[in-house]
């Protein structure tokens, strides 16, 4: 059996991506077999896995799905990278773009990355998709590709806007495109444990969503230390594995491990 997560959250900077890598790395320690899959032009999660420059990689998630939207098939394996810490992951980078504009045009346009998915997923008991800082085309097929959503909030103000567009987002996938799509929560990051303010916007986004939505008990911490990982293109736990942000992961791995049972 196999779980596809959607990371996601319109909002940049809110650790998707830094929660994709150690998540998924957390899950490969706990001896999983797990995909990565970066849906962000960005290539930042390329980046934080070691890949200088993500622009010049000549095959990406973009190539995989231009090869699903002309019916051509591809090799096993074929755009399947593999990180010394233990996952597979498919890169991506400013191409992706240029492909969510081509979309428009194209029949079935909302299921070209499930249709991709749905031809591996019994390869991993995982596969984790990062997405980019907006609700556009190639959100939508991480979404309809996924069985369920993880949404990485930044406890520094109150999001309650975007989070009710993207709660509403994820509705409507749900209703027209994936009705197997839930969420499942809503996990706190960059938790600066100094302050009570922070504490005051986890209370608050308990109080408005906690009935609707589940919240992960483990927040991650905010930490200077998460920042120099991204540089290292390694996870938190070689950085910094005694430290605050690891520890957080280990927790979210073990919470999303026993959501499994
Ligand atoms: P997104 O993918 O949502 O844009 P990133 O994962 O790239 O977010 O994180 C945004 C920035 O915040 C990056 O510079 C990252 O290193 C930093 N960051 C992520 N997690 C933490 C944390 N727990 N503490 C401090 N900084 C963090
Ligand atoms: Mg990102």
């Known amino acids: 059996m196999c779980r596809v997560i959607c990371v996601s959250n319109q909002k940049g900077g809110v650790a998707k991506t830094t929660t994709c890598i150690n998540l998924g790395i957390g899950l490969a320690r706990a001896g999983?077999?797990?995909?990565?899959?970066?849906?962000?032009?960005?290539?930042?999660?390329?980046?934080?896995?070691?890949?200088?420059?993500?622009?010049?990689?000549?095959?990406t998630l973009a190539?995989?799905?231009?090869?699903?939207?002309?019916?051509?098939?591809l090799e096993p394996g074929e755009g399947i990278l593999h990180h010394t810490e233990g996952i597979d992951f498919i890169p991506a980078n400013i191409e992706l773009a240029g492909l969510e504009t081509?979309?428009?045009n194209i029949?079935?346009?909302?299921?070209?990355?499930?249709?991709?998915?749905?031809?591996?997923?019994?390869?991993?008991?995982?596969?984790?998709?990062?997405?980019?800082?907006?609700?556009?085309?190639i959100t939508v097929n991480a979404l309809v590709a996924a069985d369920c959503v993880l949404i990485p909030v930044e406890a520094a103000y109150l999001p309650v806007k975007g989070l009710q567009q993207l709660i509403k987002t994820i509705g409507k996938v749900?209703?027209?495109?994936?009705?197997?799509?839930?969420?499942?929560?809503?996990?706190?990051?960059?938790?600066?444990?100094?302050?009570?303010?922070?504490?005051?916007?986890?209370a608050q986004i308990r109080?408005?969503?906690?009935?609707?939505?589940?919240?992960?008990?483990?927040?991650?911490?905010?930490?200077?230390?998460?920042?120099e990982t991204s540089a290292e293109g390694k996870?938190?736990?070689?950085?910094?594995?005694?430290?605050?942000?690891?520890?957080?992961?280990?927790?979210l791995t073990k919470e999303v491990l026993e959501d499994e049972e």
Do not use: W
């Open 107 to 137: 029949m079935s346009r909302e299921t070209i990355l499930r249709q991709f998915i749905n031809s591996i997923r019994e390869r991993y008991e995982y596969i984790i998709i990062d997405t980019m800082p907006s609700l556009g085309m």
């Open 32 to 59: 999983k077999k797990v995909l990565l899959i970066d849906a962000d032009a960005q290539g930042s999660m390329a980046a934080s896995l070691g890949i200088q420059e993500p622009d010049g990689l000549d095959f």
């Open 63 to 73: 190539n995989i799905m231009e090869k699903v939207i002309n019916d051509e098939d």
């Open 102 to 104: 081509s979309l428009v």
């Open 207 to 227: 109080e408005v969503y906690g009935s609707r939505v589940h919240i992960f008990e483990n927040c991650i911490p905010l930490s200077v230390r998460a920042v």
């Open 235 to 251: 996870s938190i736990y070689l950085h910094d594995p005694k430290g605050i942000v690891a520890q957080g992961y280990q927790r």
């Open 174 to 202: 749900h209703r027209k495109l994936n009705p197997a799509l839930t969420i499942m929560g809503i996990l706190l990051t960059k938790v600066d444990r100094r302050t009570n303010f922070a504490r005051d916007i986890s």
